[in-house]
């Protein structure tokens, strides 16, 4: 009988290792790929750009000294940008959290638009706005018969807190607005039963109740103003050098890594400083007691005043919001003023040059190529981000889906990309990829993996969620009535699963296209893409070259735009949005 | 002290209070009760000044309030779900009303101290109200309301969220807290227990009027209407046609009743039929019935006969069952 026992014993703990063993390797199997890919292309270059900044020839009080002027105005525009943000994004979050009023949505979704748009698109769109060949300026000189632009936007500090505040300010809209929406009116009845006066009641209520997003708000945009780098590069040019554009510089125009490398050394720090506080703050939001249905909370303008601060921030979102967006698309079709070198008067009036221009392939101009070319390399890189981010990201999600003590150990992994800047990957894709047997740097695949690392943990996090919500029982449901293994999955979950691919590919398709940072460190002259390619015909003089830069960036914010209505109606239900 | 004179109020263009009028004696405790959508909700936040009446007074002491704000008037509102300050310890949400008028220090502390203990609560004064338990929160909230020394109680469904064991319990407690105080108390609720247990005077809300004011012996002996009968659940009520000479024609026959003063021939009034009024006859000369159902309850038979009307009984009787029996009905005009 004992002997029976111990072998049925020894026979359960062999079927339970061999199961075990198993699941192990089929686990490790989904991960295999996605932890190789990030292991090769983010970990390995940033170790690299680590191991460059600490060594002790660069750490010299020379380097030291740049490091932290341009350290301190990093930190310097940042703050200004996030103040400014919360300025206008306060009232405006007031606005949408507390009034009921026609073309509410549409509003809201147009603020919620420059999140996601190229940087080079809302710098173009700046310039074409108040731009020195921008319709303010032009308007102003033909107006007033000026010799030169009156307004001085482009290369000032004002354009590029302008830029950010178009940006983020959708942040503050969402996170505070969303709490000030649940927040529980209750409560600040209570108060004013308990002796408390308007002031009293936001000042120990209201504020207090607010303040963890608030707080969550703004690092939020602090962080993305920190981080920023096309709007500072395009709008602010060479004399408004941050941590990013500072890297870039040193290491395309100086060729100076290790100094490149040290920048992003501070650069990464920061950024993961400012990432756990990020974290630390959100987690106290998320106890958030008793939220409340909406509609309770919103009304429609009743008394004078209330009408007023409707109508006028209404109005100021719109025309902040629109004015650069519109500017762009109709000065890329208006010819304005004369092209270099054109003696006889200017024919104003709309125009297709600017476009067909794209596809002549003119000696002496920027590139050996039509510029077109720059399009269709942009649709090929995309094409392959896309690609690649799926087959990185289906296993990884689908592991994390069903997360066991190994993804609880690897999901932070996803993650930490996010954290770097695609300058600081562009600049590790650089000392990683120069020499045998990485010699990548020459061949055109190393910008869609870097779009790819950028892109991927966007697709991760748009695959999971899906992923889980896949209704198991249902599946069981399925086959109870008889459906095959594959009909079940076909009727269960294949319609979950096409709807978030066609999100996450979407999601990495849009990325790419609109990627600067990591592109602007990698790219080749040959091989341009749509946004280097804006860069270029910006910093050219000529009308004509403003104008294809016009056409190119229409072109650009239109796929983008296309890509954002995309993945907004394939958004998986009541996901979160930061 | 408080005065309520015909307080109108419209919620998307239905009427829902057409003309209110009752008021609150000093140390009464005064229940509105009403079915949910009543507007007793709506009554308690028009004296608090959270709203706004279309039309009538509200009046303190003769005194008409509609220009003091609700943080001036000194009426204490306790809430359906407390309305606790979640950033706040137990002790900082009692002490705010206090902290709101100014007092000193060494004052709030020893009077949020009083107030915890009057509801016995002391050992949580540093805890957070978001660890504490339902009826622990309801107590904080009463505290909270009661430290102030409101010159009114208000309490809006304050047991609604709590189970049956722990609200008859709380409601004991509340009762001896507002008779110790003395303060005056308006408590809405729609539940009629605790209506009848814990108000010197109850209000039934219908229809945006007051369908009977009066103590709770008076409410239930004499209910005003058909539909106060109803709403209490006194018993069965059935149409009937005055035939003066107390006399009420019904579906059960012509029936004798108390005498109603002032009700017109042949008009048509509401029957009150006690369960505990029907009485079983073994005669014969009684009016007749089918029984069609009997189930048990607490430890008597509930029977229903054909023609639906419901008594309870000892003893038990069969499905079909031919019965005689009599009753005892009261005309509710």
């Known amino acids: ?56 020839s660069v750490l010299t009080a020379e380097n030291l000294h740049l490091t932290s002027n341009v350290l301190l105005f990093t930190f310097y525009q940042a703050s200004l940008s996030t103040l400014l943000t919360l300025l ?19 509003l809201r979704a147009l603020t919620a638009v420059p999140f996601m748009l190229p940087t080079v698109v809302v710098a173009a769109g700046f310039n074409a706005l108040l ?49 000030l929406l649940q927040l529980d009116t209750r409560l600040m009845n209570a108060a004013r039963t308990l002796g408390a006066d308007n002031r009293r009641v936001w000042w120990h209520i209201t504020l207090p109740l607010l303040r963890p997003s608030l707080l969550a708000a703004g690092i939020l945009v602090f962080l993305f103003d920190f981080t920023s780098f096309g709007v500072i590069l395009l709008l602010g040019g060479p004399g408004f050098a941050t941590l990013e554009v500072e890297t870039y510089i040193q290491a395309l125009q100086m060729l100076n890594l290790p100094l490149a490398s040290l920048l992003s050394a501070v650069q990464l720090l920061c950024t993961l400083a400012f990432s756990v506080l990020y974290t630390r703050v959100v987690a106290k939001t998320r106890i958030q007691v008793s939220p409340r249905p909406a509609q309770y909370n919103l009304r429609r303008a009743q008394k004078w005043g209330e009408k007023i601060f409707v109508i006028g921030m209404g109005s100021l979102l719109i025309l902040f919001f629109i004015l650069p967006m519109l500017a762009l698309p109709l000065r890329s079709v208006s010819r304005l003023e004369a ?55 289906f296993p990884a999600a689908s592991a994390l889906a069903r997360p066991g003590k190994l993804e609880h150990w690897l999901d932070p992994l996803l993650i930490l990309p996010l954290g770097a800047s ?112 804006i860069y270029r015909f910006l910093s050219q003089p000529g009308g004509l070259n403003y104008g294809q830069a016009m056409a190119m960036a229409t072109i650009l914010m239109t796929l983008a735009t296309i890509g954002i209505l995309m993945i907004e109606r394939l958004r998986l239900p009541g996901t979160r949005e930061f | 002290m408080l005065e309520l004179i015909d307080i109108h109020k419209t919620y998307e263009n239905k009427p829902l209070l057409s003309g209110i009028t009752f008021s609150v004696q000093a140390g009464e405790t005064v229940c509105l009760l009403g079915a949910s959508g009543s507007g007793k909700s709506t009554l308690l936040r028009i004296i608090a000044g959270l709203e706004e009446p279309e039309n009538g007074q509200v009046l303190w002491n003769g005194a008409d309030l509609e220009s003091v704000p609700t943080h001036q008037r000194k009426f204490g509102l306790v809430f359906q779900d407390y309305a606790l300050f979640p950033h706040l310890t137990v002790a900082e949400n009692v002490a705010f009303g206090l902290k709101m008028q100014n007092l000193p220090q060494d004052e709030i502390k020893l009077r949020v101290v009083a107030s915890l203990k009057q509801v016995n609560l002391s050992e949580f004064i540093n805890r957070s ?58 408590y809405v609720t729609h539940d009629q227990e605790e209506a009848f247990a814990i108000a010197d005077r109850i209000l039934l809300l219908h229809d945006g009027l007051i369908a009977q004011d009066g103590t709770p012996a008076e409410v239930a002996l004499h209910p005003a209407s058909g539909w106060v009968a109803n709403f209490l659940g006194l018993g069965n009520i059935i149409e009937g046609k005055w035939l003066g000479d107390r006399r009420v024609e019904t579906s059960l026959g012509v029936l004798e009743v108390d005498d109603k003063t002032g009700a017109d021939m042949k008009k048509s009034v509401a029957v009150l039929i006690r369960p505990e009024n029907v009485t079983l006859i073994s005669n014969g000369n009684g009016l007749k019935g089918r029984v069609a159902d009997v189930s048990f309850q607490k430890n008597e038979f509930r029977v229903t006969l054909e023609n639906g009307l419901y008594f309870y009984t000892p003893k038990e009787l069969e499905m079909g069952e031919e019965i005689s029996y009599t009753v005892e009905a009261e005309c509710l005009g």
Do not use: C
């Open chain 1, 1 to 56: 009988m004992l002997l029976y026992t111990n072998h049925k014993d020894t026979e359960t703990r062999r079927i339970f290792l061999r199961a075990f063993a198993s699941w192990l390797s089929s686990r490790l199997l989904l991960w295999l790929l996605p932890l190789g890919f990030i292991g090769l292309f983010f970990f390995y270059p940033l170790g690299r750009i680590l191991t460059y900044s600490f060594d002790t």
């Open chain 1, 88 to 106: 206008l994004g306060l009232p405006a979050a007031y606005l949408f959290a507390r009034f009921e009023f026609p073309g509410k949505t549409l």
């Open chain 1, 131 to 179: 731009g020195p060949r921008g319709w303010f300026n032009l308007g102003l000189m033909s107006i007033f018969g000026l010799e030169n632009p009156p307004l001085q936007f482009v290369g000032t500090l004002g354009a590029i807190l302008m830029a950010h505040v178009f940006y983020n300010t959708t942040i503050v809209i969402r996170v505070v607005g969303n709490a």
């Open chain 1, 339 to 393: 092209a270099r070198g054109e003696r006889a008067d200017v024919q104003y009036g709309l125009t297709g040059d600017y476009y067909s221009e794209l596809f002549v392939n003119r000696r002496g101009s920027l590139f050996y190529v039509p510029p077109i070319r720059a399009a269709l390399n942009s649709l090929g890189y995309a094409g392959l981000t896309v690609l690649f981010s799926l087959l990185m990201g």
């Open chain 1, 422 to 533: 695609a300058v600081t990957l562009g600049l590790g894709f650089i000392i990683s990829f120069n020499q045998p047997p990485l010699r990548l740097l020459a061949s055109p695949w190393l910008i869609p993996l870097a779009h790819t690392m950028v892109a991927l943990p966007f697709v991760i996090r748009t695959l999971q969620p899906a992923l889980t919500s896949i209704p198991e029982r249902l599946r069981d449901a399925a086959s109870s009535l008889g459906a095959s293994p594959f009909r079940a999955w076909l009727a269960v979950d294949w319609p979950i699963i096409w709807r978030a691919s066609l999100a996450a590919a979407t999601f990495a398709f849009t990325v790419s296209l609109g990627e600067f940072g990591a592109t602007a460190l990698l790219t080749r002259p040959e091989y341009p893409t749509i946004p280097i390619a």
């Open chain 2, 129 to 186: 109200v978001t660890e504490l338990s339902g009826g622990e929160q309801q107590r904080v909230a009463l505290a909270r309301a009661l430290a102030p020394r409101p010159r009114l109680l208000m309490f809006d469904e304050p047991l609604g969220a709590l189970d049956r064991a722990l609200r008859d319990h709380l409601l004991d407690e509340l009762r001896s807290i507002l008779h110790a105080s003395g303060v005056p108390a308006i």
